[in-house]
């Protein structure tokens, strides 16, 4: 049986956390979008040195799904972040849920996504929002059976690619 367990991930994890990343876009996107915009964008927002820089700000929190001890699917949460139609007073950005592609379907995403819904909350938010390009169809609908509900859309520039992405918040139930 697999052993799967979560990792908070530290500035010693740094090149895994960075490959993981880099790996699982790639693999998310590769085709769908063109290569020479999305190598770009790994070369502008996946480099070890924004991925360190995440590590060491207090807003941002990381966790990583190990699978047999090796890196397989993470999470990023932005404390404060805000967007276009979030209506939290106290909101948290979802900004990263990314696996390898064996490793999809699994229930995994489901399982993080619970997490950062716990983290959140015990944090004090009152709201959880994301972005997903409106080509992702597959993430929308996994987003909209966890509770998501599209609340505006953004242009998002991916290289020479002007994408529209759609704003999905989540609103959460302050323990009580």
């Not at 799967?4 to 876009?25: K, M, Q, R, S, W």
């Not at 990023?76 to 592609?101: M, R």
Request: hydrophobic share 40%; aromatic share 8%; proline share 3%.
């Amino acid at each position: 049986m697999t052993a799967y367990h979560i990792h908070i991930p530290t500035l010693e994890d740094l090149e895994a956390l960075t490959a993981l990343g880099v790996t699982t876009f790639r693999e998310a996107f590769t085709g769908r979008i063109r290569d020479a915009d999305l190598e770009g964008y790994i070369q502008s927002a996946l480099t070890a040195d924004k991925v360190q820089a995440a590590l060491e700000d207090p807003a941002v929190s990381f966790k990583m799904l190990l699978q047999d001890g090796q890196p397989v699917g993470y999470t990023k949460l932005v404390a404060g972040a805000t967007a276009p139609g979030v209506s939290a007073k106290h909101p948290t950005e979802l900004q990263k849920l990314y696996f390898l592609a064996g490793c999809r379907g699994q229930g995994l995403g489901r399982r993080l996504l619970r997490l950062a819904f716990e983290e959140s909350k015990a944090a004090g938010h009152d709201g959880i929002w994301l972005d997903v390009w409106e080509d992702n169809h597959g993430a929308i609908r996994f987003y909209e059976r966890s509770g998501f509900q599209q609340v505006a859309d953004v242009d998002y520039q991916v290289g020479a690619d002007l994408q529209r992405h759609l704003i999905m918040e989540k609103q959460l139930q302050s323990r009580t």
